[in-house]
């Protein structure tokens, strides 16, 4: 039997109040500045970003800070870190930055690389990072902490970017320093997220326009399967390599240009395997934007409906998904409209992470206690699950004193 408890966020102010506390005990003093960034659910749209297509993301209600000041004497640029979450310090010169090196700090050094190509040096600082985003969940704790690092550098040297050129400048650290090809979703979720708003982003022409998400009654359900994903191993990168032969094999810029009708007709062009990749990709697209439309007018079966087809085809066409999401996916199905699941599907790169469902907030303790009960009889697992709303993009704290709007919250997880 899983034991209730609540699925609210708590406040940012504790959040806040935490990273203080551990810049203070870190480094003697307190932070000149705090930044937020938020982590992202992707509704639908998976693997279309990078084929040139549509996604529709929301920034959700947790956060990564990053807390920052000037050293008390500095001799040369150079960045101290630490983690809150991973227990752990790093540091690195702006003279050495080493794109090879790979480890958690890379994403920082990353930004950092990028303001100083931009003619923008942060200079010598002290950081201490905390997220409410889990790392390797499919919630993009890596944009989170590139765009909180990258509004931190932003106050630290004077130079505010406009948000899609942040961005650009986390997404190419996240390519050059974290060996991670991924595509612009991430990124400008953290940056352009907005309360009551999703993102219906044009990832080829890197344009993005609000869908709104406002109605109380409605909420995502996040289901964490707590099965860790590492996209910068191999299998996210073949995929991405499936698709640019596939694309290349019908004549095609990007895979998004064609419909899945033209995929569908071209079997004996692609074989098997490309032929299902190509076939997500496309559909993925169709549904997207299909999913968009539905949203502006409230269709609430049938957003639940393309998430439904999206989870089918991410599992047996585009082969990321695992057994334990499909396990959560199942008993979404089973619990339905009639108990208040619309349609729920994987989110996220795949290979593990997260299961995101579209329900009836009113009924959203009852169907996150079902769902966690029966993961545990069907994998021996624990998840973990949290409700959130839309919420804001990355942004300047205040960095003393109390904060009035938590916009931008973390989540408390709800634990089987």
């Known amino acids: 039997m899983v034991p209730a408890c609540p699925l609210d966020a708590p406040s940012l102010e504790a959040q806040i109040a935490r990273v203080r506390s551990a810049f203070a005990a870190r480094f003697g003093r307190l932070p000149s500045w705090i930044a937020a960034a938020p982590g992202r659910v992707n509704l639908i749209g998976e693997h279309t970003d990078y084929n040139g297509g549509f996604v529709l993301p929301l920034a959700i209600e947790r956060c990564t800070l990053a807390a ?29 930055l080493q794109p090879e090196r790979r480890d958690w700090t890379s994403y920082v050094r990353g930004v950092y690389a990028g303001f100083l190509q931009r003619d923008a040096s942060p ?32 106050a630290a040297s004077g130079v505010t970017l406009p948000p899609v050129e942040k961005a650009r400048l986390c997404q190419q650290a996240e390519h050059q320093f974290a060996g991670m090809p991924c595509g612009i979703m991430d990124q400008f979720s953290s940056a352009l997220g907005a309360p009551g708003r999703l ?46 032969e596939a694309a290349g094999r019908l004549g095609a810029a990007r895979l998004c240009d064609l419909s899945s009708a033209v995929v569908g007709a071209a079997a004996d062009q692609l074989g098997p395997v490309l ?18 439309a539905a949203l502006r007018r409230r269709a609430w079966k049938e957003v639940g409906g393309l998430m439904d087809a999206s989870h089918r085809s991410l599992r047996d066409g585009f082969e990321v998904s695992c057994p334990e999401l499909d396990a959560l996916a199942d008993l979404a199905a089973e619990i339905g409209p009639a ?7 994987m989110t996220g790169g795949g290979f593990g992470g997260c299961l995101v469902a579209l329900i009836d907030a009113p009924r959203r303790q009852a169907i996150a206690e079902r769902l966690l009960a029966g993961y545990r009889r069907l994998t021996g697992r624990a998840a973990t699950a949290f409700v959130t709303q839309p919420a804001a993009g990355a942004r300047l704290l205040p960095a003393d004193g109390p904060l009035a709007a938590a916009a931008c919250r973390g989540a408390t997880q709800h634990g089987a």
């Open 339 to 345: 108990g208040g699941v619309y349609g729920a599907r």
């Open 275 to 292: 032929l299902r990749r190509a076939l997500h990709v496309a559909a993925e697209n169709e549904r997207t934007l299909a999913a968009a």
């Open 199 to 244: 993102l219906l982003i044009d990832c080829r022409r890197e344009t993005a326009e609000p869908v709104p998400l406002d109605d109380p009654a409605i909420a995502l359900l996040v289901v964490d399967s707590r099965v860790k994903h590492e996209l910068s191993g191999g299998a996210y990168a073949a995929r991405r390599r499936e698709c640019e």
């Open 68 to 96: 920052g000041g000037r050293p008390v004497a500095a001799a040369d640029a150079r960045v101290r870190l630490r983690s809150t979450a991973l227990d752990a310090d790093g540091e690195f010169l702006a003279a050495d």
């Open 123 to 154: 200079g010598a600082l002290d950081l201490v990072i905390d997220s409410e985003v889990p790392v390797g969940s499919g919630l993009s704790s890596s944009a989170a902490l590139e765009m909180a690092a990258a509004t931190l550098f932003e």
